[in-house]
């Protein structure tokens, strides 16, 4: 069975951290480009990390240098390290394939910052 799941999130003061975690079945994160991605209430869902099979990362200019996408291949996992966290990154997160998949959207885990 394929699937992603998603964990670590909480409620966190603004300026916290959180390690957010992406276990995959069914699918090699090794020879996958993989995201992050966050949907906060009434908007639409956004890509805010990227991180490919040849090992480039990429990120959103609002998360960019508080965020890290890393992956572990001996747990076939992904992670999402955020800093300096701030009310607007509530949201719920999911991980996915870059060309993300519709039947792999979790459930996602809920972040949220509170001022």
């Known amino acids: 069975q394929v699937q992603l799941v998603e964990s670590g999130g909480g409620l966190v003061q603004a300026g916290g951290s959180l390690r957010l975690s992406c276990a995959a079945s069914?699918?090699?994160?090794?020879?996958?480009?993989m995201g992050w991605y966050r949907q906060a209430p009434g908007k639409q869902r956004e890509l805010v990390a990227a991180?490919?099979?040849?090992?480039?990362?990429n990120y959103a200019s609002s998360v960019k240098g508080r965020f890290t996408i890393s992956r572990d291949y001996a747990k076939n996992a992904l992670y999402l390290q955020m800093n300096s966290l701030k009310p607007e990154d509530t949201a719920v997160y999911y991980c996915?394939?870059?060309?993300?998949?519709?039947?792999?959207w979790g459930q996602g885990t809920q972040v949220t910052v509170s001022s």
């Open positions: 996915n394939l870059l060309v993300p998949i519709d039947a792999l």
């Open positions: 069914g699918i090699i994160l090794s020879i996958s480009d």
């Open positions: 991180s490919t099979s040849a090992g480039s990362t």
